[in-house]
């Protein structure tokens, strides 16, 4: 007790600020045995004391020290006894422990380190959404989810749905600035918010092309003064009254725009100035605008604009400006890397592997379209302005080239030579065309081959085979992966009806270039004529899909079906032809043609009167339409179009025939006397005509029956010394054959002549050398019989009319009425004839050919 000391009675206002709990006293540790001992044992716990407040061997003293008196310690230095049981609960074991082991596991309690006993976790408070500020945010989202929406859709082309989701937005928004006005929150607007939706909204009525609500809702925004960099929609409106070709209101919103911008955004000040260059050329101020795209190119040149430059120099006819301003364009820095850069190196492993991954990037596919577009733009120009610039326009494309040489496009030179060459082909210069041409032969191989291959093309264009052929191995040899050079080298071939031959080089091209759509038709057209259909079909297939509204294309795959015998599917693809091109006669033909097989006649007529519509001068068509009414019975109708068949081929006689019969079948007697009258003045020798000319005279009782029927009998007769001269004189060869082989068998080998008098000679030469010799005839006997000259002049004028072949003149074949209307699509097919065709032949023009009759003595 000694060392213990009591504290004063009197309140101390700064009691307890020095007293802690001694666990945390670190200082007496060393002095503490039980500390020790745990740090020196194994298990380090000690056993619990059954004392009703926790004590130790040593005893409970007091503890003392400067800092004045301190609480009774129940163990050596103070510390609480570990394991004790204080207020009914055992404390936590301390020192080194097992992870969630306690010392009162023993008296029932379980293995629990987590504290999973007690339960999961209350749930979180749930959020409340009828509090003004969480109705605000939530309309907020909505708006610009709206938006976003808006956007994407237009992105897809969606240009309606993009206009309704942003309508929408506007109303959200409207709502949701009520919605602050009513918490009370007005000060609080979301400026951004406003401006993203009306600006959002006027653009969506601009794409959908509702140009005065685009213009008001732009208005709004350049109106209201609390929008930072407003007057940028002002760029917006000018395009706006640009598509309305209001070119002074473009102009001036253009120039109100480009006072607002400050010097400081230097390109969009540079494509407003460009804008307003592009509305003074519409305008048809070509100063203007030069003065507009000079400013661009001194401050910051463009190709674009220094293309526009020169078509306004060209618009004004100033060659030396339009000098400048080409050498101006060619000298326009692209600002792309080299194309050595993506070479690869054979050292460097790392550095390989990046240019790989960077050679087909989107950097390097933009540099790659500028630089076309550059070129492109180049090789306008010096097509517009070389017939301009000097003299002549070989001159001027010879200054062009010589500037492009000395520029960063020198290979672009060459181009141009082949383009020069192509001028002189659009001219119908072809000599100097092929002279230019011929130049390249020295050149490097890729110019070398691109002329040879042009060669080729004008060779085989005049149907000078062996000079195509010529040029197009020179331009295979000169490059072998040239696409055009393997095509004419096919076609070449095809024209010598190699197809086998032509096929496997249509196929390599295709192999260089799988896009090479002249390849693949050739190819086709290939097949089809080595008859294999199938393999035709489906290169013509392919072809559909790459070239998707080709008329050619659709009309050979239904010619292919037809002849594969699925006339359904040839139907569907004419189709589609005329869906392409409506107004195509040969095809409106082919599907009557179709239709008319398949039995269906109103259709098949609906298709041949479209087709006579827009060509009437189709004889298969008038033919199927005359037919077609006849079989109907309005003969009537059926007399228009063989008329006009008539004035097609005049000298086809069973044109006229046929009016005559309609005029008959539909009871008009007299005027089918008088067709036939006239019929028989261009005509004398036509039995038929003067058998119906008999008949008609005979029902109607008049006294010219007996003048025809002596000519009917007279031709008639004729017709049979004919067909005796025909015969004999097919016998008489005959037997000159046959005696020629016999004199030749005989033992003396020397034939004897046969005799024959000038008045058999007409029976001894053949039927060809009968129609060259006739017309001579015919003038020796005109000549000699000058009491009957008129009727001679008029017969001999009919003979040497007539066509020297073996048709008839009154029946033309169907090779002939093909060859007389090519299809501009592919090649014709045979038209079956209609039942309607034949029953008229078989009627009344089936009977008789007079076209080798001879003249009557």
């Not at 009591?6 to 666990?23: I, R, V």
């Amino acid at each position: 007790m000694e060392n213990v000391h009591l504290a004063l009675e009197e309140d101390d206002l700064y009691s307890g600020y020095n007293d802690y709990n001694p666990t945390f006293d670190s200082e007496e540790l060393e002095n503490d045995l039980g500390f020790q001992q745990a740090v020196r044992t194994s298990h380090g716990r000690r056993p619990p004391m059954t004392a009703k407040f926790p004590g130790t061997a040593i005893g409970a003293r007091p503890i003392a020290s400067s800092f004045g008196s301190r609480v009774p310690m129940t163990s050596s230095m103070g510390r609480p006894m570990t394991g004790a049981v204080q207020d009914g609960a055992a404390r936590p074991m301390t020192a080194v422990r097992a992870a969630g082991y306690t010392s009162s596991l023993t008296r029932g309690s379980t293995f629990d380190p987590l504290g999973q006993s007690k339960g999961p976790a209350p749930p979180l408070e749930a959020k409340n959404d009828d509090t003004p500020e969480e109705k605000i945010k939530i309309l907020e989202k909505k708006v610009n989810d709206l938006i976003e929406e808006s956007c994407m859709a237009q992105s897809v082309g969606a240009l309606q749905l993009a206009l309704e989701k942003a309508k929408e937005a506007g109303r959200k928004e409207r709502m949701l600035m009520r919605q602050r006005e009513q918490s009370g929150n007005a000060d609080h607007i979301n400026l951004d918010l406003t401006y993203s939706v009306l600006l959002n909204l006027a653009n969506q009525y601009a794409n959908n092309e509702m140009f005065p609500e685009a213009l008001n809702s732009y208005q709004v925004i350049v109106k209201n003064k609390m929008f930072s960099n407003a007057g940028r929609m002002k760029v917006n409106m000018a395009n706006i009254y640009f598509k309305q070709k209001n070119y002074p209101k473009a102009i001036k919103f253009y120039r109100m725009a480009l006072d607002q911008i400050s010097n400081a955004h230097k390109e969009m000040r540079i494509k407003i100035m460009q804008n307003i260059g592009v509305v003074f050329v519409r305008m048809g101020q070509y100063s203007d605008a030069i003065t507009s795209f000079e400013h661009i190119m001194s401050e910051s040149p463009n190709i674009k604009t220094g293309f526009n430059l020169i078509l306004c120099y060209y618009a004004i006819g100033d060659r030396e400006r339009m000098k400048k301003a080409f050498q101006k364009l060619i000298s326009v820095p692209l600002g792309i890397d080299e194309e050595d850069k993506y070479i690869p190196s054979n050292d460097d492993t790392n550095a390989n592997m990046v240019i790989e991954a960077i050679k087909n990037d989107k950097l390097h596919q933009m540099e790659r379209d500028l630089k076309v577009l550059a070129e492109k733009y180049i090789m306008t120009a010096a097509k517009l302005i070389a017939p301009a610039i000097e003299t002549s326009f070989a001159t001027g494309f010879d200054w062009c080239v010589d500037m492009v040489k000395s520029s960063q496009y020198v290979e672009l030179a060459n181009d141009l030579e082949i383009n020069k060459a192509i001028t002189y082909l659009r001219q119908r210069d072809f000599n100097q065309a092929v002279e230019t041409l011929k130049t390249f032969e020295k050149k490097d191989s890729r110019v070398k081959s691109a002329a040879a291959t042009n060669l080729s093309f004008l060779y085989f264009l005049e149907k000078d085979y062996d000079q195509a052929d010529r040029y197009s191995d020179l331009a295979m040899n000169a490059d072998r992966y040239n696409p055009a050079a393997l095509i004419n080298k096919g076609n070449t071939v095809f024209s010598k009806q190699d197809y086998e031959k032509a096929a496997e080089f249509y196929k390599e091209a295709l192999r260089n270039d799988s896009s090479c759509t002249e390849a693949l038709y050739n190819l086709g057209l290939t097949y089809k004529k080595l008859n294999r259909l199938e393999e035709a079909l489906d290169c013509f297939l392919k072809l559909h899909a790459i070239l998707r509204n080709s008329a050619q294309v659709m009309f050979q795959l239904a010619h292919l079906y037809e002849l594969l015998e699925d006339p359904q599917q040839a139907i569907e693809w004419l189709m589609q032809v005329i869906s392409v091109t409506p107004t195509d006669p040969q095809a409106l033909a082919k599907l009557g043609e179709l239709h008319d097989g398949e039995g269906d006649k109103s259709q098949a007529f609906q298709y041949y009167y479209e087709s006579f519509r827009y060509f009437p001068s189709n004889i298969d068509v008038i033919e199927w339409l005359g037919a077609y009414y006849i079989e109907t019975q309005f003969c009537e109708k059926a007399i228009q179009y063989f008329e006009r068949a008539t004035l097609i081929q005049p000298t086809q006689v069973k044109w006229q025939l046929m009016v005559a019969s309609c005029y008959r079948r539909s009871g008009n007697y007299q005027k089918a006397l008088e067709t036939y009258k006239d019929i028989h003045r261009k005509f004398p020798e036509n039995v038929e005509c003067l058998r119906f000319l008999v008949r008609l005279c005979t029902d109607m009782g008049l006294n010219e029956v007996q003048e025809y029927a002596t000519k009917l009998k007279k031709v008639e007769k004729m017709k049979e010394i004919k067909e005796q001269r025909v015969k004999s004189g097919r016998e008489g060869s005959a037997r000159g054959r046959r005696e020629g082989r016999e004199g030749s068998a005989g033992s003396a080998g020397i034939s004897t002549p046969v005799l024959t008098s000038p008045k058999k000679a007409s029976v001894m030469v053949s039927q060809s050398e009968s129609k060259q010799l006739s017309p001579l005839l015919d003038s020796e006997r005109d000549s000699s019989h000058s009491s009957n000259s008129t009727k001679g002049e008029r017969l001999s004028a009919k003979m040497r009319s007539l066509p020297a072949s073996n048709e008839p003149y009154e029946a033309s074949s169907q090779k002939e009425l093909d060859a007389s209307y090519v299809d501009p699509l592919g090649p014709q097919m045979e038209r079956p004839k209609t039942g309607a065709k034949k029953r008229m032949e078989d009627d009344d023009f089936a009977d008789e050919e007079l076209g080798d009759d001879l003249l009557p003595e």
